[in-house]
């Protein structure tokens, strides 16, 4: 094939190319950077997210701290939240009108999220630039998928990961094998032990306090081996059932009727006081 036919044929599939984006792909209204919402997150105390043929979430907002409210009640996870709220601060170098949303694949959302007054729904992806497009207020938006990443999560996902919440501040353990209280401000532990350390004692509870677990889950049914109960300072009591499933520890907290996976390493500590002592 001569040069010259090369040529024109590479003309020729430009604009094809340049014809198919036209066709298919709306032009932007301007190419500016544009910020999808004036809200400020401080301002906002209720987020529900949307996923389409799955449950509603509703996140909310009492006395500075969030909560999962529905489908079930829960401590929410603090992180997972301002992932969220993160939407309000994002801005967009293409801004669309929002007609025919089909083009968009907005018709039917892969979800949707309502963050205090304002709604964001997530289309299709541009196969350009793998952005996503967005509908809010009136109008169509690229944004990056990072922003979809909360929102495209499990209910189960926003709870918080922590066993014990921050005003939990455990002062007696009560297990199957042995006992540990702290009176007067000294732990005593039974069956006695004269070699108790207190600062051993601490670190136990330390690891309590901020038992992090890997995932939370909702179990239908829960067959536990062991039974724990833990005391606060609050003088509040908590009774734990856990069992071991697997490579992983559960412990199901029966106020919330959640479980809480944790690794064997993180068992030994959480449930076996020798394990801290050299």
């Known amino acids: ?80 939240v301002d992932g969220l709220l993160g939407l309000l601060s994002a801005e967009s170098g293409q801004r669309f009108a929002a007609l025919d949303l089909t083009r968009f694949e907005l018709d039917h959302p892969l979800a949707s999220i309502k963050i205090g007054t304002q709604e964001f729904s997530f289309g299709g992806v541009h196969p350009l630039t793998n952005q996503l ?26 709870a918080a990961k922590q066993l014990l919440d921050a005003t939990e501040n455990p002062v007696a353990f009560e297990f199957a094998t042995f006992k540990l209280t702290r009176t007067d401000g000294k732990w005593r532990k039974e069956p006695s032990d004269p070699a108790l350390s207190q600062d051993d004692a601490n670190k136990f509870a330390d ?35 856990a069992a071991q499933q697997e490579q992983e520890w559960v412990v199901l907290r029966e106020d919330e009727k959640l479980a809480y996976h944790f690794t064997l390493d993180a068992a030994q500590r959480l449930r076996n006081f020798n394990k801290l002592t050299p």
């Open 1 to 80: 094939m001569s040069s010259r036919l090369w040529v024109n044929l590479a003309l020729a599939l430009a604009v094809a190319a340049l014809a198919w984006l036209v066709f298919f792909k709306p032009e932007p209204i301007d190419s500016s950077k544009h910020k999808l919402s004036t809200l400020a997150p401080a301002s906002i105390s209720e987020i529900t997210i949307a996923p389409a043929q799955r449950p509603h979430v509703v996140l909310t907002k009492r006395a500075g701290n969030w909560f999962v409210t529905a489908p079930f009640a829960a401590r929410a996870d603090a992180a997972r």
């Open 207 to 241: 690891e309590w306090r901020h038992a992090q677990a890997l995932a939370v889950s909702q179990p239908h049914a829960f067959k536990a081996t062991e039974h724990i109960t833990l005391r606060f300072t609050s003088g509040k009591t908590l009774k734990l059932q």
């Open 133 to 158: 497009y967005v509908l809010t207020q009136g109008a169509v938006y690229l944004v990056s998928p990072v922003y979809f990443v909360d929102v495209a999560k499990l209910p189960t996902d926003y």
